[in-house]
């Protein structure tokens, strides 16, 4: 299904984009904060020096098709906390028939370990995003891929913003600071654990260019809720 909505959407892609904006993680005090001039052993991940780099520009990737990457920080447990990761992504399909999945990026909230948290995906060159939730590792969408609020999409080596603001059992996702969507699940109990996904696009022959710039974790305030 994931598949095969993001096979339409690229071959219908609509020609509004969104223009470059300037944004900053909401919140209070920084709880965690990484620039990934160097790779944090933290994250609980490796560097595979073929396909990635960690150096001024962040977290970067040239990553063959079917690649994904998620990690989960091991800097500490958050609750009541606004997540924010920064992100580009370059990828160029010139044959629409190959090119039948697109690349995406999310910020991955309410982890408890790598096979129990929701993750807020973002497919920003076609303008879609879903809401995966992976319990006791079995997969299950809560919400399915949709498109952004606003028709709006990205192009190749914008940079944007996804956050999530998450006050007891509810969580707000937001792109560049604009709400997206807002439910209610069951959060885990003595706070939980955030992290990323990088994802290539999954057939075709072409590569996918990542970059993962900037994540932070906030307080909660009045003003971010």
Do not use: H
């Amino acid at each position: 299904m994931v598949r095969a909505f993001l096979s339409a959407a690229a071959m219908a892609a609509g020609i509004f984009l969104a223009p470059a904006a300037a944004f900053a993680c909401e919140g209070g005090k920084v709880l965690m904060e990484d620039n990934f001039s160097k790779l944090n052993r933290a994250w609980g991940v490796a560097i595979d020096p073929k396909l990635e780099r960690v150096d001024g520009e962040g977290l970067s990737t040239d990553y063959p098709p079917g690649t994904v990457k998620r990690a989960i920080s091991q800097w500490g447990f958050f609750d009541n906390a606004v997540a924010c990761a920064t992100y580009t992504v370059a990828y160029r399909c010139t044959d629409a028939e190959v090119c039948e999945t697109q690349p995406y990026v999310g910020l991955i909230v309410w982890g408890v370990d790598l096979e129990n948290y929701y993750a807020f995906e973002v497919a920003p060159l076609v303008g879609i995003y879903s809401v995966q939730r992976l319990q006791n590792n079995k997969w299950l969408t809560p919400v399915s891929w949709t498109a952004l609020p606003g028709g709006r999409k990205f192009a190749a080596g914008d940079k944007f913003e996804l956050s999530a603001v998450m006050k007891g059992n509810m969580i707000t996702f937001k792109v560049n600071d604009r709400p997206v969507i807002e439910f209610e699940a069951m959060a885990p109990e003595g706070g939980s654990l955030v992290g990323f996904e990088l994802a290539a696009a999954q057939t075709g022959r072409a590569k996918t260019q990542l970059n993962l710039s900037r994540f932070e974790v906030r307080e909660l305030t009045a003003e971010s809720q």
